[in-house]
C-alpha cells in the first residue's frame, strides 16, 4: 500500500517569496510522483510529474519538484510566487505495478499568497 | 482540450433519498474515477472503471455504487443518501496505461449536502 504525507496544512507567504511544499510518500513498491493544483472551485490539474530520468521536474507555471529516493520526497518549489498561486496543492503517487493509473493523495497544502 | 463535465456544481438531498451523480468526458478515454474530497482528508477514491460495464471498488466503495453504459459516462450513486455522505465530489478520466502514464483529467466537482 501507499501513503503520500503533506505535513503542511497552509503555507502563507507574500508576493514574489520562494515557497517550498513538502511531500514525502511510503511505498513498498516503486512509484510515480505528481502535483496537482486546485485553484478556488475548480477540479484538479496537473502542475508536474516524476517518471523517470532527471530527478528535478519542471512543471506549469514557474513550479519544479525534485525527487529524492533516500529520503521518499518530492518536495515542490517555487523561486518567486504571485497572488494567481493561491490555491490547494496536492502531492500523489501512483504505484507502477498496476495497469492503470491509481493514484493515492496526500491532504493537501492550501497556499495563501498575500501582497 | 479534454473536458470533463459533472451534471451539478452545488446540489441537497434529504436523508434516504436516491442520489445520482453524472459524469461525461469527451475525449474517448477509458479510465474513469469517482473519488470525495473532505477537508483534512485529500481525496479518496471511491470507484474506478476501466471500460463499458467495468467497475472496480476503490478505498471507500461502501454506500456507493457507479455505472458505466456507454464510454464517455460514468454515474456515481448513492443509495440511500446519509448525512456523513455530504462531500464534494470529483470525477476524472484518463487514457489507458498502455500509452504511458498519463494524467487524469478532473471535473469541477459536486458539492452535495445532505440534510
Known amino acids: 500500500a501507499q501513503s503520500v504525507t503533506q505535513l503542511d496544512s497552509q503555507v502563507p507567504v507574500f508576493e514574489e517569496a520562494p515557497v517550498e511544499l513538502r511531500c514525502n510518500y511510503s511505498?513498498?513498491?516503486?512509484?510515480?510522483l505528481f502535483w496537482y493544483v486546485q485553484y478556488p472551485n475548480q477540479g484538479l490539474q496537473l502542475l508536474l510529474k516524476y517518471l523517470s530520468g532527471s530527478t528535478l521536474v519542471k512543471g506549469i507555471n514557474g513550479f519544479e519538484a525534485e525527487f529524492n529516493k533516500s529520503q521518499t520526497s518530492f518536495h515542490l518549489r517555487k523561486p518567486s510566487v504571485h497572488i494567481s498561486d493561491t490555491a490547494e496543492y496536492f502531492c500523489?503517487?501512483?504505484?507502477?505495478?498496476?495497469?492503470?493509473?491509481?493514484?493515492?493523495f496526500g491532504t493537501g497544502t492550501r497556499l495563501l499568497v498575500s501582497p | 482540450d479534454v473536458k470533463v463535465t459533472q451534471s451539478s456544481r452545488y446540489l441537497v438531498k434529504r436523508t434516504g433519498e436516491k442520489v445520482f451523480l453524472e459524469c461525461v468526458q469527451d475525449?474517448?478515454?477509458?479510465?474513469m474515477f469517482w473519488y470525495r474530497q473532505d477537508p483534512g482528508l485529500g481525496l479518496r477514491l471511491i470507484y474506478f472503471?476501466?471500460?463499458?460495464?467495468?467497475?472496480e471498488k476503490g478505498d471507500i466503495p461502501e454506500g456507493y455504487s457507479v455505472s458505466r453504459e456507454k464510454k464517455e459516462r460514468f454515474s456515481l450513486i448513492l443509495e440511500s443518501a446519509s448525512t456523513n455522505q455530504t462531500s464534494m465530489y470529483l470525477c476524472?478520466?484518463?487514457?489507458?496505461?498502455?500509452?504511458?502514464?498519463?494524467?487524469?483529467?478532473f471535473g469541477p466537482g459536486t458539492r452535495l449536502t445532505v440534510t
Open positions: 511505498s513498498s513498491v516503486s512509484v510515480y
Open positions: 472503471s476501466y471500460d463499458v460495464k467495468m467497475k
Open positions: 500523489a503517487v501512483s504505484p507502477m505495478n498496476t495497469g492503470f493509473q491509481k493514484l493515492v
Open positions: 475525449m474517448d478515454h477509458e479510465n
Open positions: 476524472a478520466s484518463s487514457p489507458p496505461s498502455g500509452q504511458g502514464v498519463e494524467e487524469q483529467y
